[in-house]
Nanobody, 125 residues
Framework: QVQLVESGGGLVQAGGSLRLSCVAS????????MAWFRQAPGQEREFVST????????PYADSVKGRFTISRDNAKNTVYLEMNSLKPEDTGVYYC??????????????????WGQGTQVTVSS
């Protein structure tokens, strides 16, 4: 089992920045592919970004490309999501996800086995 704990969410004005963190425990972090998803009220959970166990980064969701940056620190068992130029449409609950599977698209919810509890991000206009 893998336990994931997110932090760093909050209320920010449009154009501002936040950095989300997700600390993992329970399995060897360096073997996990880590991802961020988000879910707005009344909408399905959607892919944001993935960093593979190798350190390679998958293409970002179009909606966040050029504004968000994912990174990982294996020494700290932590994955980060740096969010800049935030927009009101970025509002939602942000979830950290993990898997030790190999292969797949890495953009689908059902490809991840472990999830955090989520952290709320609210961007005001």
């Amino acid at each position: 089992q893998v336990q994931l704990v997110e932090s760093g969410g909050g209320l920010v004005q449009a154009g501002g920045s936040l950095r989300l963190s997700c600390v993992a425990s329970g399995q060897t972090f360096s073997r996990l592919t880590m991802a961020w998803f988000r879910q707005a009220p009344g909408q399905e959970r959607e892919f944001v970004s993935t960093v593979f166990w190798t350190g390679a980064i998958a293409p970002y969701a179009d909606s966040v490309k050029g504004r968000f940056t994912i990174s990982r620190d294996n020494a700290k068992n932590t994955v980060y999501l740096e969010m800049n130029s935030l927009k009101p449409e970025d509002t939602g609950v942000y979830y950290c996800a993990a898997t030790n599977r190999r292969g797949g698209t890495w953009r689908n919810v059902d490809e991840y086995d472990y999830w955090g509890q989520g952290t709320q991000v609210t961007v005001s206009s």
